[in-house]
């Protein structure tokens, strides 16, 4: 079958579902193609902050993404639950990251204190030693050295946002080609055609939002995403009584209850299975740093891969040989879906870029003197 629309979305995922969410509020036709539970399935994976705080050091332009994709979820929140009537469970009235030592804690102040530098005083930041600590979250450990808290920061339950937008996308009459594979990409005359295992798609704007695929559907259109895997694992603990008001960088508590422990970071390629080594350790600092957590039964466990770039942070870009076809990919799906879809969507749409987006643009990598260290 032979399908027609204004714009081709390649992957289904938090980045592709938001961006199209964004194109559909434009007016525009969207067709999304999925390659379904076969794929990796990153935005099921992940651990649900709106975070902001320590993010874009050392790349200021990113801090700025960031926080304004953190001021545009309340409108983002609101939208979907009047138009789904699905409550993603925002709760942005701050957060903490927990230091385990002097050094840690130092360091952290640091990179705070330079980031605010970079932004200004919108950039607000505490930095709390134990007793400070322990006024606000009584339950923390006393290994626990001291935390950063910003106000800017939140978490959302990621699977109630991951349906949303797919009900919005529906909705507001998106197709969707699921369990797709896509077999070839081409483009003549100003349209693109997409041959998938559903049909043939033709549209004047395509994008390329498919995580660790976008590797390589990006050479099809003259674009350069060095993308590579880096594992995450994460345990679930069992609901218990609420004790944790705000979210930490190591740990949080859902609004049924559930306890969501995480933020390992590993190289190990395309492997998305456990090790019990690691869960072990995650476990570990999830007790120093609340022991009450001692004896919580875990529930299930589970690893993803994020989408990494050589220094960390997204690549938006459009393509230079191939015009209107665009690439999205981060790694911060949740944190910056606002953004996606009210700030980068009608970028894609026709209007003017963002200011400050031309600095994710793919060709950073090109240049052989730059270095990159990972972002966060």
């Known amino acids: 079958m032979s399908y027609d629309s204004d714009v081709i979305v390649l992957g ?9 969410y964004g194109l559909l509020r434009q007016g525009l036709t969207v067709t999304v193609i999925d390659e379904g539970d076969i794929a990796f399935r990153a935005s099921r994976g992940n651990f649900g902050l709106v975070w902001v705080q320590g993010k874009g050091w050392g790349y200021s332009q990113y801090a700025h993404w960031t926080m304004s994709s953190a001021e545009l ?19 942005q009235d701050g957060g903490f990251h927990f230091c385990l030592n002097e ?35 009584p ?33 507001r009459g998106a197709r969707r ?14 349209r693109y055609t997409v041959r998938s295992s559903q049909g043939v798609c033709t549209a004047s704007r395509l994008i390329l939002a498919a ?17 590579v895997p880096n594992q995450g694992q994460v345990l679930i603990g069992e609901r218990v009584a609420p004790f944790l008001t705000h979210p930490t960088i190591f740990v949080r508590q859902t609004g049924e209850g559930s306890i969501q422990i995480g933020d390992s970071m590993e190289e190990c390629g ?52 191939h015009p209107g076809a665009f690439l999205a990919t981060c790694h911060s799906g949740v944190t910056l879906a606002a953004a996606h879809a ?31 260290h990972h972002g966060h």
């Open 342 to 372: 009210f700030r980068l969507a009608p970028w894609i749409a026709g209007q003017p870029m963002p200011e400050g987006l031309d600095a994710f643009s793919g060709d950073r990598f090109l240049d052989p003197k730059r270095e990159f």
């Open 270 to 321: 395309l492997d998305d299975t456990t090790r019990t080594d690691v869960l072990a350790g995650i476990a570990r600092r999830a007790i120093v740093c609340f022991p009450q957590l001692a004896d919580l039964n875990v529930v299930r466990t589970w690893a993803a891969l994020r989408i990494m770039s050589p220094d960390g942070f997204p690549i938006y870009q459009e393509s230079p040989t």
């Open 211 to 227: 995580g660790l695929g976008n590797k390589d559907l990006a050479r099809e259109v003259g674009l350069h995403a060095p993308i």
């Open 177 to 190: 080609h699921v369990n797709s594979h896509i077999d070839q990409v081409h483009y003549a005359d100003g």
């Open 139 to 171: 339950g923390v450990g006393a290994q626990v050295t001291g935390a950063s808290y910003t106000p800017m920061d939140g978490h959302v339950n990621p699977l109630k946002l991951f349906h949303a937008l797919h009900q919005a996308c529906n909705d």
């Open 103 to 137: 050094q840690e804690l130092s360091e952290r102040a640091d990179r705070l204190a330079w980031l605010q530098h970079e932004i200004g005083p919108s950039y607000q930041f505490e930095m709390l030693d134990q007793a400070a600590l322990k006024e606000k979250l």
């Open 73 to 91: 979820w309340p409108e983002l929140a609101a939208d979907l639950r009047d138009e789904t009537g699905v409550d993603v469970e925002l709760r």
């Open 12 to 20: 289904a995922g938090l980045v592709g579902s938001a961006i199209a």
